[in-house]
């Protein structure tokens, strides 16, 4: 039968990078941490999958390569190799490599091959022999195994060989095929004709097989005969093959020791495994892999049912109550089970942060030893979770956090030693969840921000007036902006032109937000919060004029009656309302989207907004509602819209749009 | 047609067994590693058992053992399939009671003529 292999590529494809992802991960930990069988073997299985995959599928370039990788990693697995700086090195760039195969097979692309040849050049450097290479490490008065020039076999059948269904001449067969073979049968074990048992097998064989083949080629041909028969398998040594027709005695005393009897020692010469403590403690529940569309899907259908729900409750609240009563205490019921299927489906797209913060082990490790810094990483709270596709547009902020700190905050180790700080420096990632949020830092001991610098950079940038004094809060609030950076030489790791500021601009697209902390000389912390998910959050539903909006409750941070503040005109900044103290910026939506106004500015409320460190005080009419909504995406239903985040289906079937917050504040700051 | 019970850790290799031998008529059951596979046989005795060795938890050596001290499983057929090819694995294989061995990467013919060898 022939089968479409390609249905199972995507499969293939997620897998082996997950695999390569965990074996990295195992590698860099040997740096710091003992290397236990368990760890070991949990490296080696992700080549060794990758390889066993792969061959079945036909992707012989990543078969070919990973074999090599394999093999050295079975060493280290036996303890025949110790995991130096320099091992893990190539170990590394081996994975990356293997990577690049993976991803090249993904686009139906072929790899640059030379790069495999170098890789595999060094992997052979390390001191150890890789596949094909000659020295059988198991045996100490290395018997050389490869360049031979043949064997000489000596297999001896049970009396009960056939019983099992084997055949010796098959075997003979396939050993015939191995190289130039000649045969001598051995009928000394044949009994006379009386008690002759056709069903037994009497004979045995000698054979002198000439050929170049590994001695695991010829000791395959009997695996599965072993115990069913007395084999003996012994090389010939060019010497000794001019001495054919010697007894097998002789050559072994010829060419010591280069008799190997069949057992059950290992002499496999390469690329052999045990699976000795392979008991690792990542026990796998039953897992199924389902296609990212089909989860989306039911994250879908299930805020249709949210909204359904709504409906049905607001219907249900028009009847009356008596005779409503078992119906109300149903919908009860119906709405707890519903918050538990939704909170049950949304937990699938959840995943442990630890997905985004793998990487930087070893992105730190690289960039720290380029730039001539020790850093020492710190993670904590990696198994708070977060939506699949948070996780997945925080890599990019991170990066450059991460970078950043590398690159700006920890100072070089003579510097530290001269400050009286430890010469290795702390980078700290931490994720935890706080109120339906979950907060990430990224912290460093470095420097910290220096507010003299980034006010005369500021200054330079155009972005301060020169007479201005600022607050050390708003100086740091300058860091994230556009074409704002205090890096005095542009370098290839910080300074290609990004700048915080996309770091900003891409938490806020996350509905997020992010705030820097720093002391001069002690370090510097970047805070992001971010909401769990993307696809339902809390809104609170005011009313604007004729209009209904949803404004995420992440971003508001009170509500005051107008009659509580001060409204106050400022020559080019317009309307200010001064609250505890402080004046905010007046924000109505008229201005800014067309939409209706709030009837009046006395019977109101403002909402005080905050984002990306601002507030502005927006006036509504009257707060509605306040309820998990499902978020509609405006550009893939219709098109992106300024300030709005997306739109939301309401009880009554009506359409509402939820606020860009980030993008009005903005907007007023302007 | 058979009922097939298919052990490896990897989700790729279990769905080209799987797919393998459900196209040819059988009944399969997918578990990723021996614990889950002994789970799924106390429930059920199914007329063969495919195995990965390299897995996490309880490897494909230690699931045979275990099987084999299983009433229901004390004969039925356990084939490894594996990168493994070391002689000792295999005869480590033998000795807690795999019927067979075939070596990765698989085709899907050999796979279903041994199955054929074996079940019949």
Redesign the interface.
Known sequence: ???D?T??YE??FA??LDGLDTAEAGLLALEKVEPTPERLN?I??GI??L???A????FNAI?DFTHHVESVLDHLRKGTLTPDRDTLDVLLDCIDYSRTLVLAAREGKVADVEQANQLIASLKTLGIPVAGASVNIQSPPAVITSNRSGYHVRFEPSSGFFENGNDPLRLLRVLDGLGEMTAKVDLSRLPNSEEFDPERCYLAWDFQLLSDTEQSEV??VF??V??DCKLLIETITPAAKEIEALAPQTIEALAPPPLVERS?????TS?????DG???S???A??L?VSRSKVDNLINLVGELVITKTMLKQSVALLDPTSAATLSASLVQFERHMRDLQEGVMAIRMLPVSHAFGRFARMVRDVSQRLGKQVHLEISGEQSELDKSVIEQLVDPLTHLVRNSLDHGIESPEIRRALGKPETATLKLHAQHKAGNIEIMVSDDGRGIDLERVATKARAAGLLREDETLTPERTRELIFSAGFSTAEAVNELSGRGVGLDVVRKNISALSGSIKVESTPGHGTAFVIRLPLTLAIIDGMTVSVGADIYIVPMTFIVECLQTDRVKLKTVAGRGVLVEVRGKYLPLLTLANLTGATNAASFENGLLLILEAEGNRVALLVDALIDQDQVVIKSLENNYRKVPYLAGATILGQGKVVFILDVGALVFAVRE | MASILVVD?????R??VS??LT??GHEVIE???G??AVEAAKGKRFDLVISD?????????ELVRHLRTMPDYKFVPVLML??????????RG?EAGAT??IV??????VL?ATLKKVLD
């Open positions: 039968m022939s089968i292999l249905r199972f499969s293939f897998e082996s949990a080696f299985r060794h999958s390889k066993g995959s061959g079945s599928l036909g078969t000791e395959e695996s599965w072993v115990d059950r020692e290992d002499r496999r690329g052999r495994r045990t699976e392979d008991n690792t990542e026990i796998r039953d897992r892999n | 850790d990897s989700t790729t290799m769905q080209m797919f393998t196209s040819a578990t990723a590693d614990i889950e060795v390299n897995m996490p938890g309880m490897n494909g050596i594996t990168t493994e090819s070391a002689q000792d694995i295999k005869q033998r067979g061995w990765k990467p698989f085709s899907p013919e279903l």
